[in-house]
C-alpha cells in the first residue's frame, strides 16, 4: 500500500518511513529525477503552478521552433530576460542535499528537467540535463554550440553559417539530446531506488523514467508538496518542499 505524508512544517520530525531509510542505507544504485519544484525555493518560477511561467505566456508563443522561427527577436528576447533573472538565483538547501547524497551510493544520476543550471552549481557531479542548459546557445541551422554570452549588434546573433543562434533547450515538439533519453531509460530500468522530485509528472518522456523504474521493480519516491500523475504509483509520498524534506532525508543516512 502507498504511504502518504502529512506535509512537514518543522525539521524537528522526520516523515520517512521505516521502509525507506533501511533500503536507503543498503542501497546501490539510486535515481533521482528532479523537476521545475527543486529550483522554486530559489525563486524560478515553475511552469505549472497557479502562479508559474505559463500563467503569464503560452508555450506555443515561446518555447516551439515554430514561434523562434515567426519572431525570432521575441523568442531572444524572453529568455534573455529569463537568463538575467536565473543569474540573480543560487542553489537551495534541495540542491545541495542532493549534490551530498550523490556519495552516499557506488551509483547515483541525478536526472533533471530542469534547465538553469543550478545542481551543477551546487557541486553535483553525474547529472544528465533532459531538457538542455539555458546557459549554452546553439545554432538553430547547424546545431552548433556557442556559450551564453555572444558578442553581436543583431538579436539573435548569428552563426558562423549565417544560421540564427538559439538558447540550447529542448523545446516543445522537439526531440531530446541524443542519447540522453536513452542512458536515464537504462538507469531507471536498473535503479534500485527512483527518486521524482519537483515534477508535476505531466511532460512526456521523462514524465515516463519513474512509471519505468517502478515496473522494474524499482522502490518508487516521490518528493512534491502536491500529489501527481504518478503519485498512485509511488511506495511513498513525501508532501513536501524539497529545500526541506532532502536535507533531512541526507542526515536520515549519516549514522548518528
Ligand atoms: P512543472 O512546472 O510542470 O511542475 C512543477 C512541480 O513542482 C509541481 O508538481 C509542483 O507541485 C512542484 N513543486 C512546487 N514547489 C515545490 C517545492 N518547493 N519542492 C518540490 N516540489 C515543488 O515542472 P516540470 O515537471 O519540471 O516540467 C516542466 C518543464 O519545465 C520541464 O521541461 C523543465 O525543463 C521546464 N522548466 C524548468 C525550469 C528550471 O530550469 N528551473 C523552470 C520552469 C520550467
Ligand atoms: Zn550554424
Known sequence: MNSIFSPVHTTQTRPFSERLIPRLKKAQSVVVLTGAGVSAESGISTFRDPDGLWADFKPEDLATP?????????????????????????????????????????????????????H???GSKNVLELHGNIHRNKCFTCQNIYPEEVESKEIPPRCNCGGWLRPDLVWFGEMLPAGVLEKSYDLARDCEIFFSVGTSALVHP???????????????????????????????????????????????????
Open 206 to 256: 521523462a514524465a515516463s523514467l519513474p512509471i519505468c523504474a517502478k515496473e522494474r521493480s524499482a522502490f518508487l519516491v516521490e518528493i512534491n508538496p502536491n500529489q501527481t500523475e504518478i503519485s498512485h504509483l509511488a511506495d511513498q509520498v513525501i508532501l513536501g518542499k524539497s529545500g526541506e524534506i532532502l536535507p533531512q532525508l541526507v542526515s536520515s543516512l549519516v549514522p548518528s
Open 120 to 122: 551543477l552549481l551546487a
Open 66 to 118: 515554430e514561434a523562434f522561427r515567426r519572431n525570432p527577436k521575441r523568442v531572444w528576447e524572453w529568455y534573455a530576460w529569463r537568463r538575467e533573472k536565473i543569474k540573480t538565483v543560487r542553489p537551495n538547501p534541495g540542491h545541495f542535499a542532493l549534490a551530498e547524497l550523490e556519495m552516499f551510493f557506488p551509483k547515483f544520476t541525478l536526472i533533471t528537467q530542469n534547465v538553469d543550471g543550478l
